[in-house]
């Protein structure tokens, strides 16, 4: 106990004396202010802050064919999210007024109860229509968007929020439509059942 309670003594007159020693030298503001900003961590944006636009660049051709979308914190000039993606098919005029076709920041993709990202790509008119978007689910520990990696290679995604799943129908060949089932396993979207229907040429 002896030993302890002189070895503590040892170690506080060490640290009392670089603490004398260190005031000895001078304030030094500058250095408490960098050690300071240092130290100070940014609090992430919460999902309910951002705000999305969507831009669109031209091609060679005059056509608009890549789709931008910025999402910014409260009234902040620079986005603190940003992501680019062709469009399926390209645009002969500026679609930027449409603002809330291209971007949908309201419905809640993986089920958390938390708003995600959905943005629309465009729709391929061969065959059977379909429709198709990139999609960003909003990480609710790491406080930032992930992108869902081939959610832009769905078709028709119709996302049902009482099954817990996503849903797409369409075209797969000439006289055959295929409906797959989509579900969150792990964090991950898998394809959990595929199913293919021969129809009619009277069905179209």
């Known amino acids: 106990m002896k030993i302890r309670t002189i070895l503590a003594a040892i170690l506080a007159g060490f640290a009392l004396t670089n603490c004398h020693g260190k005031q000895q030298e001078g304030p030094n503001t500058d250095s408490v202010a960098a050690t300071t900003e240092t130290l100070e961590i940014e609090q992430p944006p919460q999902r309910d802050e951002f705000?999305?636009?969507?831009?669109?660049?031209?091609?060679?051709?005059?056509?608009?064919?890549?789709?931008?979308?910025?999402?910014?914190?409260?009234?902040?000039?620079?986005?603190?999210?940003?992501?680019?993606?062709?469009?399926?098919?390209?645009?002969d005029e500026n679609p930027s007024a449409e603002q809330e076709k291209w971007i949908n920041d309201k419905t809640d993709i993986n089920f958390d109860g938390t708003p995600d990202l959905l943005i629309y790509l465009g729709l391929n008119a061969v065959g059977r229509v379909s429709e198709f978007y990139d999609a960003y689910i909003w990480n609710t520990e790491g406080m930032y968007f992930e992108n869902v990696k081939g959610f832009d290679g769905i078709a028709n995604p119709d996302i049902d929020a009482r099954t817990k799943s996503i849903t797409s129908v369409y075209r797969s060949g000439a006289n055959e439509i295929t409906e797959e089932i989509y579900k969150w396993k792990n964090g991950k979207l898998e394809l959990t059942k595929t199913s293919t229907e021969k129809i009619s040429d009277d069905e179209d």
């Open 51 to 91: 705000r999305f636009v969507a831009s669109f660049t031209k091609n060679s051709d005059g056509q608009y064919d890549w789709i931008i979308v910025k999402g910014y914190v409260g009234n902040d000039e620079s986005p603190f999210f940003e992501q680019d993606h062709w469009l399926i098919a390209p645009l």
